[in-house]
């Protein structure tokens, strides 16, 4: 009994001043470093934005020149699926992706083409829903390496195996796709990480903050800090189409899931959960 009351005395005890000190420093330059690598990402997206296509074939790709580099690819195959998660008491599900986003799974293509739609709505029962999301990719290989790329369920519909088509290809990244008269961009990883770094920045901040108010370890684990990750990841959401653009419906989705996240968070600490 003795010991657990001592532990139950520290889990609600505030760290030493000094260590809360060391933990906002870690925090501060935790945020800071995140901010140098969401410089560099916009640095080197803008390299690519205002890169020419190279002269030709193959031309300044060995010298690692500035420049798009075009080839040609064949489609080997292609699939469609769906991307489910389920809200409720049991939670769980897969991430949905909406709009070549995946939502809870990063900002990855959040300046990208439209690669997913949405085929199902939310479905009440069992105290939660379901929401359902369906992808379209094909295979395209070239001599260098294969890779699956989303597209729209109109170029998926008339894609056939053996196809050609044509790439855009930054230092080594398919940026660019044109198969059967369509045409789908898709952003370099410099910009894809953008909205990662910008996410674990805030939560550094967060952290950061919890040292300096609170460092109770109550505080920082209790259950309303869980919307905190979601929070964080519609706050590199929209940090990252903030800095490239992104298309309304993924702006419209981007803020939708960023307010929710706050307004859970809030009336979880609001009803003492």
């Known amino acids: 009994m003795k010991s657990r009351r001592y532990r139950r005395s520290s889990y609600g005890r505030r760290l030493p001043l000094p260590l809360r000190g060391l933990l906002v420093l870690a925090a501060g330059l935790g945020v800071f470093f995140c901010g140098q690598q969401v410089v560099e990402g916009y640095r080197a ?15 300044g790709w060995g010298r690692g020149e500035g420049c798009v580099r075009t080839a040609v690819g064949t489609v080997t195959d292609r699939r469609t699926g769906e991307n489910c998660t389920s809200s409720g008491t049991s939670g769980g599900g897969a991430p949905v992706t909406v709009g070549g986003v995946t939502a809870g799974g990063g900002m990855a293509t959040a300046g990208g083409s439209m690669g997913g739609t949405v085929t199902g709505g939310v479905t009440a029962g069992g105290g939660g829903g379901t929401t359902c999301t369906r992808y379209y990719r094909v295979e395209v290989e070239w001599p260098e390496r294969t890779a699956w790329l989303s597209v729209g369920s109109d170029t998926y519909d008339e894609a056939e195996k053996g196809d050609r088509a044509k790439l855009g290809l930054w230092q080594g990244e398919v940026v660019r796709l044109e198969l059967r008269g369509h045409t789908h961009t898709y952003p370099p990883s410099s910009q894809s990480g953008v909205g990662m770094w910008l996410a674990i920045a805030a939560l550094i901040l967060a952290i950061g903050v919890w040292g300096a108010v609170s460092g109770r370890l109550s505080g920082l684990l209790a259950f309303p800090n869980f919307g905190l990750l979601f929070v964080a990841v519609g706050v590199g959401w929209l940090g990252s189409m903030a800095l490239f653009g992104g298309h309304v419906v993924v702006w419209a989705f981007a803020i939708l899931w960023t307010g929710f996240a706050v307004f859970w968070t809030w009336g979880a600490w609001r009803d003492g959960f």
Not at 45 to 59: H, I, K, L, Q, S
Request: proline share 7%.
């Open 45 to 59: 997206t803008m390299v690519y934005r205002d890169a020419p296509v190279c002269a030709g074939e193959g031309e």
